[in-house]
């Protein structure tokens, strides 16, 4: 079946410091796979997302690529914030039908410090 | 644009009570529509997904159900809840276009705490 692994933390990392947090999945197919942000309290949203291999999605200076060799999607950043901190959850979803499921890893709790 | 909104925002409930948690969205028409939980210190668990009215499918069997009586709203029910069902649960939808990449979006989400 699909399943993602992505690294439990938590991550505590410096005002400014690189921000690596690891991602990999199992699939059948062609999956397409996302990152999503909770910040605390909230619900999901969207970070970023890539639906094919090398695909490169990017937004508020997160990227991730599509690597198809070593099924792995790993959310990186070159100097996070405080304001970054929050749950982040890598995904990939599949094909059921006519509706399109979501498959979560755990979440990994990223706190930026001042 | 298309919005979700579910509520309530919070809930605190008794064992044995009744739920009700309502989900709607707005600006988009026949959605792909979703309850997923998340468990205190877990990840997020799909619960019932639906392609239109009337139409649901369960992923785990559990005290829960799931209801969808308009196209663009989604209820979520127990008749009976426990403790175990204490959780943030969230309600989401996606276009029902084949296409790949399709994105889920999420709502707020409703904390239910049940004592």
């Known amino acids: 079946g699909n399943s993602v692994t992505q690294m439990e933390g938590p991550v505590t990392l410096s005002e400014e410091a690189f921000l690596t947090i690891n991602c990999t999945y199992t699939a059948t197919g062609y999956p397409s796979l996302f990152w999503y942000v909770q910040y605390p309290g909230e619900g999901l949203q969207l970070l970023l997302k890539a639906t094919k291999a090398d695909d490169k999605g990017s937004n508020k200076g997160f990227e991730a690529t599509y690597r198809k060799e070593t099924t792995s999607f790993h959310l990186e950043k070159g100097s996070v914030q405080v304001s970054d901190s929050a749950v982040y959850f890598c995904a990939l979803s599949y094909s059921g039908g006519s509706n399109y499921k979501l498959t979560f890893g755990k979440g990994t709790l990223l706190t930026v410090n001042p | 644009s298309q919005t979700i909104h579910q509520w309530p925002a919070t809930l605190v409930q008794p064992v044995g009570s009744p739920l009700s948690l309502e989900c709607t969205v707005e600006?988009?028409?026949?959605?792909?529509l979703y309850w997923y939980r998340q468990a205190a210190g877990r990840g997020l668990q799909l619960l019932f997904y639906?392609?239109?009215?009337?139409?649901i499918s369960s992923e785990v069997p559990q005290n829960l159900s799931a209801s969808r009586p308009q196209d663009r709203q989604f209820i979520l029910s127990s008749k009976k809840l426990l403790l175990s069902d204490s959780g943030f649960y969230l309600c989401a939808w996606s276009k029902t276009k084949k296409s790949s990449g399709n994105t889920i979006y999420f709502g707020e989400g409703s904390w239910l705490t049940v004592v």
């Open positions: 639906s392609i239109g009215i009337g139409q």
């Open positions: 600006g988009t028409s026949n959605p792909n």
